[in-house]
């Protein structure tokens, strides 16, 4: 039920109007594979629970408490990536977990992440 919940989510947020009109949009100068692991490395410090991670399609399940939320990673070109966080049930505010988050990769920003395959 999540991965359809997922697809469906996907799907209909992909637009690139979407994107461009949408405060819960935020860009970063950085490669798509860098603000990947720069969120799981945010949402691990902030103790969000992972729930799932699809590093090809460029997403992120995640939860706090009761609420889940949807973390989309869209390359905009080799060194600029933009972040979408979409709650993916109704049952609460986005706009602290958004700011909580978008505040702490800013912070990783500088920090250099290696993964563990490389």
């Given at each position: 039920?999540?991965?359809i919940?997922?697809?469906?989510?996907?799907?209909f947020?992909i637009?690139?109007?979407?994107?461009?009109?949408n405060a819960?949009?935020?860009?970063?100068?950085?490669?798509a594979?860098?603000i990947?692991?720069n969120a799981v490395?945010?949402?691990?410090?902030?103790?969000?629970?992972?729930?799932?991670?699809?590093?090809?399609?460029?997403?992120?399940?995640?939860?706090k408490?009761?609420?889940?939320?949807?973390?989309?990673?869209f390359?905009?070109?080799?060194?600029s990536?933009?972040?979408?966080?979409?709650?993916?049930?109704n049952?609460?505010?986005?706009s602290?977990?958004?700011t909580?988050?978008y505040?702490?990769?800013?912070?990783?920003l500088?920090t250099?992440?290696?993964?563990?395959?490389?």
């Amino acid at each position: 039920m999540k991965k359809i919940l997922i697809l469906f989510l996907a799907l209909f947020l992909i637009s690139p109007t979407a994107i461009s009109k949408n405060a819960n949009t935020k860009n970063f100068s950085r490669s798509a594979d860098e603000i990947l692991m720069n969120a799981v490395v945010s949402l691990a410090e902030l103790n969000y629970n992972l729930l799932e991670i699809q590093s090809e399609s460029g997403y992120i399940l995640f939860s706090k408490g009761e609420d889940e939320y949807l973390l989309m990673i869209f390359e905009n070109g080799s060194n600029s990536s933009s972040v979408k966080i979409e709650k993916a049930n109704n049952s609460s505010s986005l706009s602290e977990v958004q700011t909580n988050l978008y505040l702490k990769m800013e912070e990783n920003l500088d920090t250099s992440f290696v993964r563990a395959d490389e």
